[in-house]
């Protein structure tokens, strides 16, 4: 509370000569009231910074009284010579060394078998009597049509295909000339009309 009383007496809002009284004789409020002065000082920036000659003597004697507190680790992580001496990775070493083999050996025969089967399939002469159960091509080696009433006369050819693409090209040409031709009468209308 006499902080506080302190605080607005500085400021000129509390002034009282009771309060002043109490100033002068309490050594607790002066200290503060110096506090106060140098703290607002070094906010305003009115003057150079107040670290006396003994700040650093203040610090460093804080410093010294403060605790300290050192954390302890709660697990450590083993060693790797330890670990390789664990019995759970003796036994996943144990199961993993054969499991790597027969892996390794499974995927060799993989291989084996399936360079076999395309090297045999390649080396089989197209003209075998084996026929296959489902034919795709049929007999000529030619497609055909899927129906047999499609007409074959819609069918466009590249010279019609080119001279319907002129058409469209000169019908496009003169659309974007009337366009603008006309464009200038059209703004012209909807001048007057305002």
Request: charged share 20%.
């Amino acid at each position: 509370m006499q902080k506080e009383l302190l605080s607005a007496y500085i400021d000129g809002e509390e002034v009282s000569t009771e309060f002043t009284g109490q100033l002068c004789q309490d050594a607790d409020l002066q200290e503060s009231w110096a506090n106060f002065h140098t703290i607002r000082a070094v906010m305003r920036q009115e003057t150079g910074i107040f670290l006396g000659a003994d700040f650093a003597a203040k610090m460093e004697s804080l410093i010294a009284e403060e605790e300290i507190h050192v954390a302890q680790p709660v697990v450590s992580q083993p060693l790797p010579q330890e670990v390789e001496k664990s019995p759970f990775i003796q036994k996943l070493k144990a199961w993993f060394v054969p499991m790597t083999q027969v892996a390794v050996a499974a995927s060799v025969c993989l291989v084996a078998v399936l360079g076999v089967q395309s090297f045999n399939t390649k080396s089989v002469s197209p003209a075998s009597t084996d026929t296959p159960v489902l034919q795709t091509l049929p007999f000529n080696n030619g497609v055909q049509e899927v129906s047999y009433n499609a007409p074959s006369k819609d069918v466009m050819t590249a010279e019609q295909l080119e001279q319907k693409n002129k058409r469209i090209g000169a019908m496009l040409q003169s659309y974007e000339l009337q366009r603008r031709v006309y464009a200038d009468s059209i703004n012209l209308g909807q001048n007057q009309n305002k």
